[in-house]
């Protein structure tokens, strides 16, 4: 496979339920992002992971739990969710840039997966 | 903090028609800019990018982009909508140093026969 692959593709859980998101990518980048995507609202940066370290958590609620076991994957823990928490989960990866000067790198995402909270 | 504004929710044009996409920026140096599609059920895909040079920016599947520092704006455009454009469109910026884009609200384009 190529580009960034995101699975499930839909989940539909409770508001129990403890549940995980996946993403891989065969690009053989060193940055994986989330961001979540809900209706008539801009794409919100949740987690950036930089060469496996965790580099950026967007005052995101303690119920989504990322985790980065090395370059090529990222999961994302989900428990206790809110219905308000419905949306689409998208995952990129990008070249993590080369110091605080570096330009902007390009992101490719992946196709996300759709969450609905019950 | 850098943000993004595009005024346009929904654009509907013609088949062969020309369309341009709005999108104004607001960030205290030089952006970097982009705009990605969302088509149906997909993730965004990149269409082009500005980074610095020339202000007129080629992308694939026929879309160009002009970078006028002045107004602060990246619109996007293409001469001739095909009927496979429908999607949504979206405006992003860049800061230097690590990447944290920030994206505008969308605008989905409806192409009518």
């Known amino acids: 496979e190529t580009g960034v692959t995101q699975t499930p593709r839909h989940l539909v859980m409770g508001m129990t339920n403890k549940k995980s998101l996946k993403c891989e990518q065969h690009l053989g980048h060193n940055a994986m992002y989330w961001y979540k995507q809900s209706a008539k609202k801009p794409l919100e940066l949740m987690f950036v992971y930089s060469l496996e370290e965790r580099v950026e958590n967007n005052s995101v609620p303690s119920r989504f739990s990322p985790e980065c076991p090395n370059s090529s994957h990222l999961f994302l823990h989900l428990h206790t969710l809110q219905p308000e928490d419905s949306a689409l989960y998208l995952c990129?990866?990008?070249?993590?840039?080369?110091?605080?000067?570096?330009?902007?790198?390009?992101?490719?995402f992946g196709a996300g997966s759709r969450l609905t909270v019950l | 903090a850098q943000s993004v504004t595009q005024p346009d929710i929904h654009i509907t044009v013609s088949e062969g028609a020309s369309l341009e996409l709005r999108c104004n920026y607001s960030?205290?140096?030089?952006?970097?800019l982009f705009w990605y599609v969302q088509s149906p059920g997909q993730g965004l895909q990149l269409l082009l990018k500005?980074?610095?040079?020339?202000?007129l920016v080629q992308g694939i599947k026929g879309f160009e982009a002009e970078f006028k520092r002045s107004q602060s704006s990246f619109n996007l455009r293409k001469p001739s909508v095909h009927w496979s454009d429908a999607a949504e469109y979206f405006c992003a910026v860049g800061a230097t140093g690590f990447q944290k884009l920030v994206f505008g609200t969308g605008t989905r384009l409806l192409v009518s026969p």
């Open positions: 990129a990866s990008s070249q993590a840039p080369q110091g605080a000067s570096s330009g902007a790198n390009v992101l490719t």
């Open positions: 500005y980074f610095s040079g020339d202000t």
């Open positions: 960030y205290g140096a030089t952006p970097y």
